[in-house]
């Protein structure tokens, strides 16, 4: 069973709507989570880290579920620039990351 | 800062031939790793340190060689190129200290390497 696992989409979105993407962990000692965020061709970048009380980033919400060990990420009124791919990043025993394979967002105008 | 640069950008490399990929950070992190991206796999990790002079393996570490001897340069060997090794490597780094196990982790751009 691989370590983290997301939902490869793609979801296709109109500008303006509202998408929620979920993530699971297999390992209930991770501590450390994030979403990173992928352009095509491009180097992940974080987009934000996730709190244990969850956490917004402006149009961006963020919530851990420890006993259900899911992250959700939650993005409101879309944007056409809203359009990459989204990681769901676990911290593995250690301090290395594990990554999941991403989900792919397009909104569209 | 330049954060985490890598080089080359792009390769091509025979089969059996060996080479380096260069990967350097100057934002003094203890920690350092080495991905790579293949359409439909995700991010695996092939090796990481904590610091100077001490690595592990990750994922997939076969065919693959690091070493550390500085806090900014951690240099990827592949030691005889295979065409399974075509793919997109990410180097990347991130501090210890803060939250929960470490940082926010840094990439660099990346280096596409094409093994024929």
């Known amino acids: 069973r691989k370590e983290v696992e997301q939902d490869p989409g793609p979801f296709n979105v109109p500008e303006g709507a509202t998408v929620a993407f979920n993530c699971t962990y297999s390992?209930?000692?991770?501590?450390?989570f994030f979403w990173y965020r992928q352009d095509c061709r491009k180097e992940p970048k974080l987009l934000m880290s996730?709190?244990?009380s969850g956490n917004e980033d402006g149009r961006f919400t963020a919530q851990l579920n420890r006993a259900s060990q899911y992250i959700s990420l939650l993005i409101r009124d879309s944007k056409l620039s809203d359009s990459a791919t989204y990681l769901c990043?676990?911290?593995?025993?250690?301090?290395?990351?594990?990554f999941g394979k991403g989900t792919s967002l397009l909104v569209t105008p | 800062n330049a954060g985490v640069t890598q080089t080359p950008k792009f390769q091509v490399l025979k089969t059996g031939q060996s080479m380096t990929l260069q990967c350097a950070q100057d934002?003094?992190?203890?920690?350092m790793s080495w991905y790579r991206q293949d359409p439909g796999m995700g991010l695996r990790l092939i090796h990481y340190?904590?610091?100077?002079?001490?690595?592990d393996q990750g994922e997939v570490p076969n065919g693959y060689n690091v070493s550390r001897s500085t806090t900014e340069d951690f240099p990827l060997r592949l030691l005889s190129a295979a065409p399974s090794q075509t793919s997109v490597y990410f180097c990347?780094?991130?501090?210890?200290?803060?939250?929960?196990?470490?940082?926010?982790?840094?990439f660099g751009p990346g280096t596409r390497l094409t093994v024929t």
């Open positions: 990043v676990v911290n593995i025993p250690g301090y290395a990351l594990n």
């Open positions: 934002m003094n992190h203890e920690y």
């Open positions: 340190s904590v610091g100077a002079g001490i690595t």
């Open positions: 390992n209930s000692a991770s501590q450390s």
């Open positions: 996730v709190y244990s």
């Open positions: 990347a780094s991130r501090p210890l200290a803060g939250r929960p196990r470490g940082g926010e982790q840094y």
